[in-house]
C-alpha cells in the first residue's frame, strides 16, 4: 500500500484533494494516477487534524508514503492562539517524521499572508505561517526530507468550509442570502486561484512534476531553483469586480448565463463556484 497522509481533512484544499484522490483510488477518475503505484487501489488516504492523539500522528508517519500539511485555523482570538493552533501542530508533525526517520516528502500549505506585505502586513496568521516555512524548510535541510511549500493567494471554488477566511466563497454565500457586505470590501484587490487548478497542481507534484518560484514582493517569478511552488494559472482583479458578476448571476437564468459563458473561463469557473453555494444555502433553508 501506498499511504497518503492528509493534515486537515476539512479545509478547504482538503475537501476537494480528498474528493479528487477518492475518485483515483476508486477507479472513477480514469485521466489522473498515482506514478507510485501500479494499481489504484493500493493507495490509501489517512487523514488527521490538530486534534490527533501523539500515538496515532507517530503511527500515521511511520507508514506514510507523502504527507500533504493542510491542517490550520485561518481564525483565532490572537498570536498565541495562531500558534498554539498552527504552529505547534506542524512541530509536532515534523517531530514525529524525524524521531521515526521517515524522509517522506511534505507538501505544505502556506499563504501570502506569510510575506507580511501589503495588506497582509502585521498578520498575525501570516507571523506564524512565515515560522511553519522556517521550521520545514531548516528541519528538511537538517533531514534530507523533501519539503514543497506552497504560499497560496486567495482561493475559489466548491466545497469553502463556513467560517473559513477565503473571500470569494464569502461573498458568494452573502449575495446569495442577500447579506450586506461592506462598501470598502469593493476596493480589495484579489489574486485569486481556482480550487481545480490547485488539486491539479497537488496531484502533479505528487508525481514528481514541481513549478517552482520565489517572490518579488507579491508577485509571483518562476524560478527552477526557487523556495516555493505555485499554481500556474491565477486571475487579478478587485473584489468589487466580483460582486459585480455575482449580482448578475442572482439576476440572470441559468439558461441565459450558460449561453454566453465560454467553459474553463474565469467567470464560468465564478459562477459554478457561486452556484454551489446559492444551492447549498437553498437547501439548507
Not at 498570536?79 to 501542530?89: L, P, Q, S, T
Not at 489574486?191 to 518560484?213: A, K, P, S
Not at 469557473?269 to 453555494?277: D, F, V
Request: charged share 25%.
Amino acid at each position: 500500500m501506498y499511504q497518503i497522509l492528509i493534515t486537515g481533512p476539512d479545509t478547504f484544499i482538503g475537501r476537494n484533494l480528498i474528493l479528487a484522490l477518492r475518485a483515483i483510488q476508486s477507479g472513477k477518475d480514469r485521466i489522473h494516477r498515482v506514478e507510485a503505484v501500479g494499481n489504484p487501489a493500493e493507495i490509501e488516504l489517512v487523514t488527521c487534524d490538530q486534534s490527533v492523539p501523539l500515538e496515532e500522528l507517530e503511527e500515521h508517519c511511520r507508514r506514510a508514503d507523502f504527507v500533504f500539511h493542510l491542517a490550520e485555523v485561518t481564525k483565532a482570538k490572537d498570536m498565541d492562539d495562531f500558534m498554539a493552533k498552527n504552529f505547534k501542530f506542524t512541530e509536532r508533525l515534523e517531530d514525529a517524521l524525524c524521531r521515526l526517520k521517515n524522509p517522506c516528502p511534505v507538501v505544505f500549505a502556506s499563504s501570502y499572508h506569510a510575506t507580511l506585505l501589503g495588506r497582509y502586513a502585521r498578520s498575525p496568521y501570516g507571523e506564524v505561517k512565515q515560522a511553519e516555512e522556517l521550521l520545514l524548510n531548516t528541519v528538511g535541510k537538517l533531514t534530507n526530507v523533501h519539503t514543497v511549500i506552497f504560499r497560496f493567494p486567495d482561493l475559489f471554488g466548491r466545497l469553502c468550509p463556513p467560517g473559513d477566511a477565503a473571500v470569494v466563497p464569502a461573498l458568494c454565500r452573502s449575495i446569495a442570502e442577500d447579506l450586506p457586505i461592506p462598501e470598502a470590501v469593493r476596493k480589495l484587490e484579489l489574486e485569486l486561484v481556482y480550487m481545480e487548478d490547485v488539486v491539479e497542481t497537488l496531484l502533479d507534484v505528487l508525481n514528481g512534476l514541481e513549478r517552482r518560484c520565489r517572490f518579488d514582493e507579491l508577485a509571483v517569478v518562476p524560478d527552477p531553483a526557487g523556495k516555493f511552488c505555485y499554481v500556474p494559472r491565477s486571475y487579478r482583479l478587485t473584489a468589487g469586480d466580483v460582486i459585480d458578476l455575482l449580482e448578475r448571476f442572482k439576476k440572470l437564468s441559468g439558461q441565459a448565463l450558460e449561453s454566453v459563458l465560454a467553459p474553463g473561463s474565469f467567470t464560468h469557473r465564478l459562477y459554478l463556484t457561486y452556484l454551489s453555494y446559492a444551492r447549498l444555502g437553498t437547501a439548507q433553508r
